[in-house]
């Protein structure tokens, strides 16, 4: 069973930063990109970073390119994925998850998801 949790949220500035952890098991291979998505109230769940299988390709979401990074760290059984999130603003205040893709390049198909991390940036 996959089992993705993630860690780090919380209450930060504006202008502040955070860093976000992800750690995924429960699979013996792993060649699937992994991302990070938020869901503000009110608002529909949009991707913020997707790292490829390789770790070779990143992507970002207008909102947050220049401010975040997705890092990924691949062990036997394990995958950690990080996103180092800078410059926080208002804006970026939202419930953060975790997500396996089913294709190793891209993340607009989720296979699994993490429960969220709450992330709150006060003005």
């Known amino acids: 069973q996959v089992t993705l949790v993630e860690s780090g949220g919380g209450l930060v500035q504006s202008g502040g930063s955070l860093r976000l952890s992800c750690t995924a098991s429960g699979y013996t291979t792993d060649y699937n990109a992994m991302g990070w998505f938020r869901q503000a109230p009110g608002k529909e769940r949009e991707e913020v970073a997707c790292?490829?299988?390789?770790?070779?390709?990143?992507?970002?979401s207008d909102s947050v390119k220049g401010r975040f990074t997705i890092s990924r760290d691949d062990r036997r059984n394990t995958v950690t994925v990080g996103l180092q999130m800078s410059s926080l603003k208002p804006d970026d205040t939202a419930s953060y998850y975790c997500?396996?893709?089913?294709?190793?390049?891209?993340?607009?198909?989720?296979?699994?998801w993490g429960p969220g991390t709450q992330v709150t940036v006060s003005s």
């Open positions: 790292i490829s299988a390789t770790g070779g390709i990143t992507h970002y």
């Open positions: 997500a396996r893709a089913r294709d190793p390049r891209r993340c607009d198909e989720v296979a699994y």
